[in-house]
């Protein structure tokens, strides 16, 4: 079965840039996406189609894409950043899966 | 505003049935795809399948195929997520999410979750 690989943690210092990545092999003809999920909290959509941001996602998250891996970046990371990432895509078959997460810890 | 609220918590034991509920609300509901997450305690996110409610048209991830059961009532914008024997292996979170047509579906806005204990 398809699989995302993701590192399982980061830390970060408080203003200082985090890169998330996230490794699959459909990943060069297939979108990322990317969800926020906080502690007790239903995840957040907060990169579409590799690198948009939806409405009220703060311009600190960006993402990019390229072959087989695709990166969230948190730049300038806030202590509310803290929180585990999943990304997301699909399948040349169409099956549709979320990595492994990781958990963002800023300190 | 877009808005999935999910039912409440649920107690169960071994072998018995059990139905969640997705209500819609906000937006063109037959629309959309309506998808179910689990999420096992301590565990990360798993895609357990979709429904369009414009046409029923449902898909399962091969994990969860025969294992549960989605559908949805498109007269009262409400999906489902039904077991007809649960197992203590089916205690999770579940989650709702409205799935947006693209290539492939993801998923825009989530319900709140519905938390499933089975125990003896």
């Known amino acids: 079965s398809y699989e995302l690989t993701q590192p399982p943690s980061v830390s970060v210092s408080p203003g200082q840039t985090a890169r998330i990545t996230c490794s699959g092999d459909?990943?060069?003809?297939?979108?990322a996406y990317w969800y926020q999920q906080k502690s007790g909290q239903a995840p957040v959509l907060v990169i579409y189609?590799?690198?948009k941001r939806p409405s009220g996602i703060p311009e600190r998250f960006s993402g990019s894409s390229s072959g087989t891996m695709a990166t969230l970046t948190i730049s300038g990371a806030q202590v509310e950043d803290e929180a585990d990432y999943y990304c997301y895509s699909t399948d040349s078959s169409g099956n549709h899966v979320f990595g492994t997460g990781t958990k963002v810890t800023v300190l | 505003e877009v808005q999935l609220v999910q039912s409440g918590a649920e107690v169960k034991k071994p072998g018995e049935s059990l139905k969640i509920s997705c209500k819609g609300s906000?937006?063109?509901?037959?629309?959309?795809?309506i998808g179910w997450v689990r999420q096992m305690p301590g565990k990360g996110l798993e895609w357990m399948g979709i429904?369009?409610?414009?046409?029923?048209?449902?898909r399962y991830s091969p994990s969860f195929q025969g294992q549960v059961t989605i559908s949805a009532d498109k007269s009262i914008s409400t999906a489902y997520l039904q077991w007809s024997s649960l197992k203590a292996s089916d205690t999770a979170m579940y989650y709702c999410?409205?799935?947006?047509?693209?290539?492939?579906?993801?998923?825009?806005?989530w319900g709140q979750g519905t938390l499933v204990t089975v125990s003896s």
């Open positions: 459909a990943l060069p003809k297939k979108y």
């Open positions: 189609e590799d690198s």
């Open positions: 999410a409205r799935g947006v047509p693209a290539a492939g579906v993801y998923f825009d806005y």
């Open positions: 429904i369009y409610p414009g046409d029923s048209d449902t």
């Open positions: 906000g937006y063109s509901f037959t629309s959309y795809w």
